[in-house]
């Protein structure tokens, strides 16, 4: 006699094509679980943010993830610095009321003085504060040895340091406010990439950076597509399995 399912009806469990089978159905709901467990654990990989050594008063828990450039290396000039910085994704909600940029020595130190380079307050494209990824570009990337960042804050600084972007708290820019210099880096979340200064005698100071090695994926943007085989007991011929993590959803798709 078929077994019946007490959880739904008295209906017998069948495969399709098949009315005796009793247990592919148990054997493919066991492999969509196993699946399911293994798409949640890429997901998370995926989004983690690689781990820096960040200087003190840099709460790693607000790190939102790299932080990369157009170029890795340069001279410690007015145009030798980066001229892009861009991101995977965008800055989070609630925290979307400005954007810095940073750059803060190994010992925590940066120059609270200093306008702290171009500071976006307004939702332009590149910011980040609509969502979408930040490009920046230019100025807007770095402003070395100009009032921005002056050759004084550099000089004699043979170290690693950090190049940030800040995603100030708030709901939205409202063109006027952010926060000041001297408040440092506070509880805003934040992009992030190392890069080592060798100041020498000063005549031809340098930087250089390691490029992040993959970019972040965020599943609230794209989906996340697998394709494994269908897990069966006793082993027998793979039918295929896709897996797609979408927003909010994890969806399984196997054969009928």
């Known amino acids: 006699m078929p077994q019946t399912n007490p959880f739904t009806s008295n209906q017998p469990i069948t495969e399709k094509g098949n009315p005796m089978s009793t247990i592919k159905p148990l054997r493919r709901r066991a492999g969509l679980a196993a699946a399911a467990a293994l798409a949640t654990a890429a ?3 995926l989004l983690s943010a690689p781990a820096q050594a960040l200087p003190p008063g840099v709460d790693p828990a607000n790190r939102i993830g790299d932080l990369y450039l157009d170029v890795y290396s340069g001279t410690v000039a007015t145009l030798g610095g980066p001229q892009q910085l861009t991101t995977t994704v965008g800055c989070p909600e609630h925290y979307r009321g400005s954007s810095r940029v940073y750059l803060v020595w190994a010992d925590g130190t940066t120059d609270p003085n200093r306008f702290p380079a171009v500071v976006y307050i307004d939702d332009l ?3 980040g504060l609509d969502g979408q990824p930040i490009d ?3 100025v807007y990337a770095s402003r070395w040895v100009t009032a ?3 050759k004084s804050i550099f000089t004699d600084h043979t170290e690693t340091a950090t190049y940030l972007v800040t995603c100030d708290p708030g709901d939205a820019p409202d063109g006027e406010n952010y926060p000041l210099a001297g408040e440092g880096i506070g509880s805003s979340k934040y992009f992030s990439i190392e890069m080592d200064f060798v100041w020498g005698d000063g005549s031809n100071p340098t930087w ?3 490029e992040p090695a993959a970019a972040e994926y965020d599943s609230s943007e794209s989906d996340i597509n697998v394709d494994i085989p269908t897990l ?3 082993p027998g011929p793979a039918t295929g399995l896709k897996i797609s993590v979408k927003p909010g959803a994890t969806t399984l798709t196997g054969p009928n």
């Open 43 to 45: 997901a998370g990989l």
């Open 125 to 127: 494209a590149g910011a």
């Open 136 to 138: 920046r570009q230019g």
């Open 148 to 150: 921005a960042f002056p």
């Open 208 to 210: 250089s950076a390691v």
């Open 232 to 234: 069966t007991t006793p």
